[in-house]
């Protein structure tokens, strides 16, 4: 019986951190499989529907001794029939452990192993072709010569005769008891990699290099049943209900042999004891096959799969066929156990449980070896996997593994912080117990100073990094917890926010009169806590003793200021910014930051005529002008303020407050003339000077000739 179980702290949480940490409470929540497998699983799974359970007791069975286990087959009293590679043997695993040798070609790779109804045991070596028969005796001798190079899969039919699968040519062979062969079946593919047979005697059987599925009735007479988005159908299970299970296994990087390879030679066997880490079967020359019937149209293909995904395709009794697994890659093997489709993958390891439903899988167990490739069922539910790259047998038992545990990677809270209360969705059997512990340091990887670990995570010091471990206890082993969703609440210490900049305009370069436009200062604040920020601005004088305020307790980060209101003087602008829409009273921060200070200039230069005497028909003027505040830019003269003249300093460039210039007017005929200087300043003012004047006639004596 099971009990649902919503953690209670939730509610607790909530009233402990609202007064202390208002508004800013995180959650660092884990419910989906790729949080949960973000860190460390020991003997826990995750579905694909991101639960979390303890996996099944998984335990090395039997260490073989060799590279491959690639075929197995369960006998009448309990005992494993293994066929290996690389050396090849055929072993007899008793339900004890003990395992006795029946057969050893060391150059060779058993691929296929079967028994027959007499308790005779079949087995092919490749490369090959030869079937060879363990008599109840003991005694070995050869059924049947295929003259294949590879035999992939052996079967007995109904009716008592061996079916066997071959390559390169695609030939299925039937033999009887007696010895006696045909060529059953054959098919346009060059290689027969899998066989399942139904209870009608139709046989289904899985290809390469098209991928397609045939289904041969007891005539003989094929029918493609679907074609898979890969090239090589690997493994097919019949389930008692009819139902087809294939599962491909078509490398990312096929490496075939060069075709001028012998099919003994050392590199051809050598490729084949490989096989299960390329999955691609090896192309050999062979004799010429005898044409095969045409086969019909196969069925069109739902979509390719991407380089390196392999699938597992449910073809249900009506020929209605549908994929329900598919992951970057190879399906090696396939298996049944408690209602669930087992998959054994390569190249890491993985078995997985797949409802064929719902489509839920989980990931059982990653073993050790790199390669699934043969699986077996034994009474009591139990599962035995071969594998490869060491070629062991793993045992996967009905029942939940006792413990098993779940430490997540470290959560990063980017600063300091206040930690919350845990929450957890979960199911818990009765009798079963489920344990969340948590941890905090400030230290990325969790060392010895991190504190000890805490049911409750309110115990924890202010720390930077939080950790949680799930401990998952299976009581009896008949049932597990299931954790859906983990949830830690949050709230980072209060930090001050920050005045990044203040861009104030260059007032030196601006006009500025009473009733002129207003003129806007900006600025760029922060807060490391992610709070909402409120803005003051106040301005000073160089010569005033405190701040004066000119806005308060604004959202935006922006102001227009009005300086025609403001007297000539050095200023400065101070924005304060402060995070108190987001914490209490007792929590909230401020922080500010001055401008660079700036020249507010309201006052014109002051220009002088220092002299103006006439030199012949000319004036000849010196002139001085001064600024308080700002530099000058530009001057000019006219005469009776009709047409301005450009002037420019004794020194050449307009650099200073302060400029010189002494200038000559153009000839003038005599008359009173009045005699206007001007010069303007960087911030847009005009200091004028005038001067009345009058210019003579020349004396009769010094009258041009003429």
């Avoid at 093997?333 to 409802?355: M, R």
Wanted: glycine content about 10%; aromatic content about 8%.
């Amino acid at each position: 019986m099971k009990s649902s179980l919503l953690s209670s702290g939730m509610l607790g949480l909530c009233l402990w951190i609202t007064p202390v940490l208002r508004g800013e409470v995180k959650t660092w929540t884990h419910d989906t499989g790729s949080d949960f497998e973000e860190g460390t699983l020991e003997n826990v799974v995750v579905s694909s529907q991101g639960t979390a359970e303890l996996a099944r007791q998984t335990s090395a069975f039997v260490n073989l001794d060799v590279a491959h286990v690639w075929s197995m087959v369960r006998e009448e009293d309990g005992s494993v029939l293994v066929g290996t590679g690389s050396p090849g043997r055929v072993v007899r695993v008793k339900p004890t452990g003990e395992i006795q040798s029946l057969h050893e070609a060391r150059d060779q790779q058993m691929f296929a192993v079967t028994v027959g109804p007499d308790g005779s045991i079949y087995y092919a070596a490749s490369p090959g072709g030869e079937v060879f028969r363990y008599s109840r005796d003991g005694q070995v001798s050869t059924l049947f010569e295929t003259e294949e190079t590879y035999i992939w899969g052996l079967a007995i039919d109904s009716a008592g005769r061996l079916l066997i699968a071959t390559g390169p040519q695609g030939r299925l062979y039937r033999v009887d008891a007696t010895g006696k062969g045909e060529i059953f079946f054959q098919a346009k593919q060059k290689h027969l990699l899998s066989m399942a047979l139904a209870k009608d005697g139709s046989i289904f059987l899985g290809t390469s290099t098209d991928g397609l599925i045939y289904r041969v009735d007891p005539a003989g007479k094929g029918f493609v049943l679907y074609d898979a988005a890969q090239a090589d159908v690997h493994t097919l299970l019949l389930h008692e209900d009819g139902t087809l299970f294939a599962g491909t296994g078509t490398p990312e990087r096929p490496n075939f042999p060069s075709p001028s390879a012998s099919r003994w030679s050392p590199r051809g066997v050598a490729w084949a004891a490989a096989w299960s880490l390329v999955l691609a079967p090896p192309l050999v020359p062979v004799a010429e096959a005898p044409a095969p019937a045409p086969a019909p149209k196969p069925v069109a293909r739902p979509g390719l799969a991407g380089v390196g995904e392999n699938s597992v395709y449910r073809i249900a009794a009506s020929g209605h066929c549908d994929e329900i697994f598919r992951d970057k890659c190879l399906v090696l093997s396939l298996g049944w156990q408690e209602g669930k489709l087992l998959v054994g993958t390569g190249q890491e390891g993985k078995l997985y449980a797949i409802d064929p439903l719902t489509r839920v899988r989980q990931t059982l167990a990653r073993l050790d070896s790199g390669q699934i490739q043969a699986m077996i069922s034994l009474p009591a539910g139990n599962v035995v996997l071969g594998t490869g790259t060491p070629g062991n047998l793993w045992r996967v038992e009905a029942r939940y593994s006792p413990r098993g545990t779940i430490e997540s990677s470290p959560h990063d809270a980017k600063m300091q912080a206040r930690w919350g209360q845990g929450s957890t969705s979960a199911e818990v059997p009765t009798g079963a117990r489920l344990l969340v512990e948590f941890r905090a340091g400030n230290v990325e990887k969790p060392d010895e100073t991190w504190s000890l670990w805490s049911s409750d995570a309110r115990s924890l010091p202010i720390s930077r990094f939080l950790q949680y471990r799930a401990t998952l206890e299976s009581g009896q082993g008949n049932e597990s917890p299931q954790l859906r969703n983990l949830s830690v609440y949050y709230a980072t210490v209060n930090r001050p926010p920050i005045v990044d900049s203040i861009d104030v305009p260059n007032f030196a370069q601006t006009p500025v009169a009473d009733g002129s436009t207003k003129i806007e200062i900006k600025w760029k604040g922060s807060d490391p806590n992610g709070d909402t920020l409120l803005y003051d601005v106040d301005v000073r004088k160089e010569e005033w003793p405190e701040w004066v305020a000119v806005a308060r307790e604004m959202n935006e980060t922006s102001f227009k200021w009005d300086p025609g209101s403001y007297p000539s003087g050095q200023y400065r602008f101070r924005v304060t910014a402060s995070d108190a829409p987001s914490n209490r009273q007792s929590d909230q921060a401020t922080s500010s930051k001055e401008s660079e200070p700036f020249v507010l200039d309201r006052q014109a230069p002051a220009v002088t005529i220092s002299s103006a005497t006439q030199v012949g028909q000319k004036l000849d003027v010196s002139t001085v002008a001064k600024d308080d505040r700002t530099r000058l830019v530009s001057a000019s003269y006219s005469l009776n303020g009709i047409d301005w003249w450009p002037l420019f300093p004794d020194d050449g460039i307009f650099d200073s407050s302060e400029e010189a210039i002494r200038f000559q007017t153009g000839e003038l005929q005599p008359h009173t003339y009045l005699l206007l200087v001007r010069f303007r300043d960087s911030a847009g003012h005009w200091g004028v000077a005038d001067q009345v004047i009058r210019v003579e006639a020349p004396a009769k004596g010094n009258a041009p000739d003429g």
